[in-house]
């Protein structure tokens, strides 16, 4: 088992000091989220909360620019990776996406791994003039215009929602032919993406039961795509103690990975990261595994 560190909702130098102990412990990333805007009146239930759904997301939770953030950490840091979880990719174009991906990917050596999602927050599309209905098409173009910048000198596209006349992207990206792309999001139809597109998938707050039911469906599907050779890695967000008897029951469902936040108040977050990995024997590893190795 893999473990990374969740920084919301730190503040700038709590990041910093956690991105460097973290990196001398052993963990082997750290994961920071994205939101554009955040309403103050939300009639949207946060998909991901255990209980208040509504009370979970409020419109004063702190926000950074996630490609800043992570270039500052890159910067601190050199082995640790780095994981933008997850990019509400559809409130975005594909050209500055791609020219922030390729930035943070050289910029952190080949330690970014680039999250995305469709989104779930109505209203933060609707503040932004974007469409929400049909956003899982817009983040399927903007990846096909994307993955063609990245390998492309020349590119053009037409889809649906985007018509791109010949353009070009330089530099390209370090890794090749594209940072790795991880999809968050408990749908069907999130995990079919994340099985077909992705080099690996983020579950949030989720058991571990519903975890290895996620986890044999990516493994059927990445078998039927006759992809499940590739690398793909399998993480899960938790929030709140953990102790060896979770951890054991998650790696029994397949999960490569748990990004953990184990602390109340940030000022104590570099204490708790290093009593939890005391207590739980953690290690570097840069091994990749496939969670359709796995047995469920």
Do not use: C
């Given at each position: 088992m893999k473990f990374g560190i969740s920084l919301f909702p730190l503040r700038p130098r709590q990041m910093v000091d956690v991105a460097v102990a973290a990196e001398r412990l052993g963990y082997d990333s750290v994961w920071l989220g994205e939101h554009v805007v955040t309403p103050i009146h939300s009639d949207s239930?946060?998909?991901?909360?255990?209980?208040?759904?509504?009370?979970?997301?409020?419109?004063?939770?702190?926000?950074?620019d996630p490609f800043a953030a992570l270039g500052y950490l890159a910067?601190?840091?050199?082995?640790?990776?780095?994981?933008?979880?997850?990019s509400i990719v559809p409130v975005h174009d594909p050209f500055h996406l791609a020219r922030s991906v390729t930035t943070l990917d050289l910029f952190s050596e080949g330690r970014f791994w680039f999250g995305m999602g469709a989104g779930w927050l109505r209203e933060e599309f609707e503040?932004?003039?974007?469409?929400?209905?049909?956003?899982?098409?817009?983040?399927?173009?903007?990846?096909?215009?994307?993955?063609?910048?990245?390998?492309?000198?020349?590119?053009?596209?037409?889809?649906?929602?985007?018509?791109?006349?010949?353009?070009?992207?330089?530099?390209?990206?370090?890794?090749?032919?594209?940072?790795?792309?991880?999809?968050?999001?408990?749908?069907?139809?999130?995990?079919?993406?994340?099985?077909?597109?992705?080099?690996?998938?983020?579950?949030?707050?989720?058991?571990?039961?519903?975890?290895?039911?996620?986890?044999?469906?990516?493994?059927?599907?990445?078998?039927?795509?006759?992809v499940d050779d590739q690398p793909f890695e399998c993480s899960t967000?938790?929030?709140?103690?953990?102790?060896?008897?979770?951890?054991?029951?998650y790696r029994e469902a397949g999960v490569d990975r748990l990004v953990v936040r184990p602390w109340r108040k940030g000022g104590q977050a570099v204490e708790a990261i290093t009593?939890?990995?005391?207590?739980l024997g953690v290690t570097r590893t840069d091994r990749v595994t496939d969670c359709s190795t796995h047995t469920i």
């Open positions: 239930t946060f998909p991901y909360a255990e209980d208040d759904a509504h009370a979970a997301f409020h419109g004063q939770l702190p926000f950074y910067a601190q840091t050199s082995t640790l990776r780095l994981v933008l979880s997850i503040i932004l003039q974007k469409p929400f209905d049909g956003r899982g098409r817009i983040l399927d173009e903007t990846i096909d215009i994307m993955n063609r910048l990245f390998t492309q000198d020349v590119t053009t596209y037409r889809g649906r929602h985007f018509t791109v006349p010949p353009v070009g992207l330089q530099p390209k990206p370090l890794t090749r032919p594209h940072p790795p792309y991880l999809f968050g999001g408990h749908s069907r139809k999130a995990l079919e993406r994340a099985a077909a597109r992705g080099q690996g998938w983020l579950s949030s707050g989720m058991s571990p039961e519903r975890n290895a039911e996620a986890i044999a469906f990516l493994r059927r599907e990445r078998r039927r795509l006759g967000h938790l929030v709140g103690p953990v102790d060896r008897g979770l951890v054991d029951a009593r939890l990995a005391d207590d």
